[in-house]
């Protein structure tokens, strides 16, 4: 579970895990992301560069290549460069379950729509509240929320 940047790196380890090892178990059962920007890519041979649309100041810092990046070669690791996973430029869908939870009023919605897609539409789940980039306490949101995760939590215990 994540949320905002959060919901992003954890969509970005599990996409990054599906493609570096397309056989192995998933790393989670199921996954919620509330209000999750787009998921990142690490790598240059994965993901979109998008590098020229964010503002320098905005960048991530460059990085040394370590030995222990996780990467059979530090060559594949995107230093200087922004990289998203989008769904126009991956094939890879997040196979688990998913709950998707936004506010409709939240600027960074289209980021959370964008997450959704890259995931598998069949146990993908989503729940939409009236509020902006945080989580309503009120009873009815709160219930939509718990419905919507009860829908992924349901769906991992059958879908393999």
Sequence with gaps: MGFSQGASLAASLILHHQIEHPFAP???????????????????????DVTEHVKPNERPPLRRKSTDSGYESDDDVSSDTVRLFCVESEKTKIQIPTAH??????????????????????VAFSYKHKGGHDVPMD???SKGIRDTVALAIDRCETFS
Excluded: Q
């Design 101 to 122: 939870i936004y506010g409709s009023e939240d600027k960074l919605m289209h980021e959370s729509v964008e997450v959704e897609l890259m995931c598998d539409k069949r």
């Design 139 to 141: 009873a009815v949101t």
């Design 26 to 48: 998933p790393l989670f059962r199921f996954a919620i992301f509330i209000c999750s920007t787009y998921a990142h890519s690490r790598s240059i041979s994965l993901g979109k």
